[in-house]
């Protein structure tokens, strides 16, 4: 904030566009998972420079990032800023869930007594946020018309100035690879999060079942269960989204299972090959179900922010992949018990 704009309603929040070292570090945290629920903005009306009644009026998700990023890239505009309640959530995955919805459109637009602030009766939202949004509804209920902006707000300029026109590149959601290469810090942490635990547990009973074959056995199986559970979490939390367009099959859970086998292949070759031990039939069967199961699953949290799946398309995949990534997962297990207590 800046300070305060008097408006026919009474002062509003006056923002700027520059952001600050504490803004960037802030961004920089939420892609590695830490504050992620908590990183928002009070939801309501804000202004950009000095805006009028003429001045335009863009819709955003009271998520920081998102409000962040539609503040920088309107550097010396005067526009004003209705911020939505999504709960913290980003305007795409928002739509989805419906927090960032006509009901809360309209009520923000009441709440913020927009009509007494501006003459004109339009509302720039976000593309991404079409899913979530009855325009119809928008122009009967409120007054208001919904325009849809471009997905990337560095275009918003140029639509802007071009009397609210988009072209088609602006209309066009990309994935390349930097995109999905910045998901992976959210995922990696979480599934870290979990696999430390797993680690723990698999490293404390393979210590447990080798008691009688010596400590040295116990901790080369248990180091080797430690490597196995973060193969997986690479294979399904990095490797996927970076291979993703190369990887066989559509579903997420089915290019998840291809780097999963893979690297376990990789890595039982590797053990196998290098003098080490000797893993177990049983044992290294084991893994190389386990190793997959966790890799698909952890590929499938990335459906969501793709560009090429729906939502009755995750819906039909979960509901014949998951089984067959539990069931994977607790042979795995199965095994690797049977084998780590047998004789």
Partial sequence: MTGLLQTPVGPVPQISSSLEWADRLGSFKVRWGIGRMHYTVDPGLYALGKPDEQSPVLVTANFKMSFD?????????????????TKGINVWCAAGKGTFGTTELISRIELSGLAQV??????????????????????????????????????????????HKANPEMRLKTFTTWERVVLIPMELVAALKVGLIIIAVLFLLSLLGRSGQGWTSGLNHGLFSMVAILTAI????????L???????????????????????????????????KL????????????PAVSAFLAMNFTGASTYTSLSGVRKEMRWALPLEIGGAVIGIGLWIGSNFSA
């Fill in 69 to 85: 990023k539609l503040r920088e890239a309107l550097s010396g505009r005067n526009v004003w800023i209705l911020v939505l309640d």
């Fill in 118 to 163: 501006v003459s004109h009766r339009e509302l720039i939202l976000p593309q991404l946020s079409g899913p979530g949004i009855a325009a119809h509804e928008v122009k009967k209920l409120s007054g208001f018309k919904v325009i849809y902006g471009p997905i990337r707000s560095r275009d918003l300029p140029d639509f802007l100035d071009n009397g």
């Fill in 234 to 241: 690479l294979a399904g939390a990095v490797l996927t989204p």
């Fill in 243 to 277: 291979l993703l367009p190369w990887l066989p099959g559509h579903a997420f859970s089915l290019k998840g299972t291809s780097i999963g086998f893979l690297t376990a292949l990789i890595l039982l070759a590797f053990r196998w090959g290098n003098g080490y031990p």
């Fill in 280 to 291: 177990g039939f049983s044992e290294g069967l084991g893994w190389l179900l386990l190793i």
